[in-house]
């Protein structure tokens, strides 16, 4: 099992079996921890050994 490197501070997911959390942005990222901020839910910290996030748009890359 790998993190996929996409997740990162700056993107966009959503957290397939709770819909009603609505759209996430990733805050922070430490090994298999992320930080996202939901727009229903607020700010939770999510362990990716448990929890499948789906990609909705990725991070821009810094200018």
């Not at 790998?2 to 997740?7: A, N």
């Not at 079996?17 to 942005?25: E, F």
């Not at 921890?33 to 890359?61: I, M, Q, S």
Request: hydrophobic share 40%; glycine share 8%.
């Amino acid at each position: 099992m790998t993190r996929d490197p996409r997740l990162v501070p700056g993107a966009f997911v959503r957290h397939p079996a709770r819909p009603d959390w609505g759209l996430g942005q990733i805050q922070s990222a430490a090994g298999w921890h992320l930080t996202v901020n939901f727009e229903e839910r607020g700010k939770l910290t999510l362990d990716l050994r448990h929890v499948r996030l789906e990609l909705v748009t990725p991070a821009r890359p810094p200018r």
